[in-house]
C-alpha cells in the first residue's frame, strides 16, 4: 500500500508576514508524519507525530501560541481517529497539556471513554503518567497583546462572520495512510480567538472536525467551527470520497456544499484508501502540505481562493 500523509495549518484570511511560516510549518509536520511512514510506522504514529510539531510552533493556533478566551486563559481541544478499528479519542477546554494530540491518543488507546473534557481530562492525563504544564507555559506575547486591543475595542460577537474573518485560528490537523493500508487522522486546536470560556468548536468532534475509515477515506477541517459542526463535514467529505473514488473531487464538493447550504468558511484535507490527497477551501488561504509514495520530497503551499 502506497504509504501517504497531508497536513494541513489553518483555513483563514493569514496575513501576508506570516505566510512564509506557516509553510514552513506544515512542511516541517509533514516531514515528520513522513519520516514515521518511511520507517514502516502506523498511520497514528504519523500523525500524532506531524501534529505535535505544529503544537509545538507558535505561529499556529494550537498548544503553544493558542488563541486567549474572554477570560485571558488557553483552552486547548484535539481529536484523533483509527481508520482501522474506528476507535476514538478527544479532549476539550484542557488547560495544562502542552501537547494535547499526545492526550487525545492516549484516551483512545487507554480509556473507555471516547471524550474528555476539562479537569477531568486533565485527571486522566496524569492517571496515564502525562506530565501537566503552567498554563502560562502556553502563552504567547502575540496572543497577549492582541487580547489586550480586543479587551479595549468596542463589544464585538465573537461567533460573527466578521469576527472570523478578522481573527481566525489556525487548527492543525493532519492524514496519514500507512504500509498496511490503515487510516489515520488527528487535529488540535486553541479554539477562537476571545471565544467565551467552555466554547468548543469541530475540532475535537467525530464527524464534524475529523474522521477516519479504512474503507472510505479520511479527512480534517479548519475554519468557523460552528459551521463546520452543522455540516458534519468531516463525515461529509470521506463519504464523498466513497461516492465519487477521488480525493481531490470530494474535498472540493463537499466544500461547494459547505459554502452553498450555509455560506461556509472553512477548509478540508482528505486521503482516499487508496493514498490521493484532497484539498479546498472556501476562505481566503489555506496552508497545506503532503507527500506520498512516488515524491521525493514534501509539497507545501499557501493556497489562495481563486
Not at 75 to 101: F, H, S, W, Y
Not at 166 to 174: L, P
Amino acid at each position: 500500500m502506497p504509504e501517504a500523509i497531508i497536513v494541513h495549518g489553518g483555513a483563514w484570511d493569514i496575513p501576508a508576514d506570516l505566510h512564509a511560516e506557516h509553510v514552513a510549518g506544515c512542511r516541517a509536520a509533514a516531514e515528520a508524519g513522513w519520516a514515521v511512514l518511511s520507517r514502516r510506522g502506523s498511520a497514528l504514529d504519523a500523525v500524532e507525530a506531524a501534529v505535535r510539531v505544529m503544537e509545538e510552533h507558535p505561529v499556529f493556533d494550537a498548544g503553544f501560541g493558542s488563541h486567549l478566551n474572554r477570560d485571558a486563559a488557553v483552552e486547548l481541544d484535539a481529536g484523533m481517529m483509527d481508520g482501522r478499528t474506528l476507535m476514538a479519542g478527544a479532549v476539550a477546554a484542557v488547560k495544562r497539556v502542552r501537547d494535547p494530540i499526545s492526550l487525545a491518543r492516549r484516551v483512545l488507546h487507554d480509556s473507555e471513554h471516547v471524550f474528555l473534557v476539562g479537569e477531568g481530562a486533565e485527571l486522566f492525563a496524569q492517571e496515564v503518567g502525562m506530565a501537566l504544564c503552567d498554563p502560562a507555559e502556553l502563552i504567547v506575547e502575540r496572543e497577549r497583546l492582541a487580547w489586550e486591543r480586543r479587551r479595549a475595542a468596542a463589544p464585538a460577537a465573537a461567533n460573527s462572520r466578521a469576527a472570523f474573518v478578522a481573527r481566525s485560528s489556525d487548527t492543525v490537523g493532519a492524514a496519514a495512510l500507512d504500509a498496511d493500508g490503515n487510516l489515520a487522522v488527528g487535529n488540535s486546536t486553541g479554539g477562537t480567538f476571545f471565544k467565551h470560556p467552555g466554547r468548543v468548536g469541530d475540532t475535537p468532534i467525530i464527524g464534524c472536525g475529523l474522521y477516519a475509515d479504512n474503507t472510505l477515506g479520511a479527512a480534517a477541517c479548519t475554519g468557523w467551527g460552528e459551521q463546520i459542526m452543522k455540516t458534519v463535514l468531516a463525515k461529509t467529505t470521506v463519504d464523498q470520497i466513497a461516492l465519487l473514488g477521488n480525493a481531490a473531487t470530494a474535498a472540493n464538493v463537499a466544500i461547494a456544499y459547505f459554502k452553498l447550504r450555509i455560506g461556509g468558511l472553512g477548509g478540508i484535507i482528505c486521503l482516499s484508501p487508496e493514498g490521493q490527497v484532497g484539498w479546498a477551501h472556501s476562505t481566503p488561504h489555506m496552508a497545506y502540505a503532503y507527500r506520498t509514495a512516488g515524491m521525493d520530497a514534501v509539497v507545501a503551499a499557501l493556497k489562495s481562493a481563486a
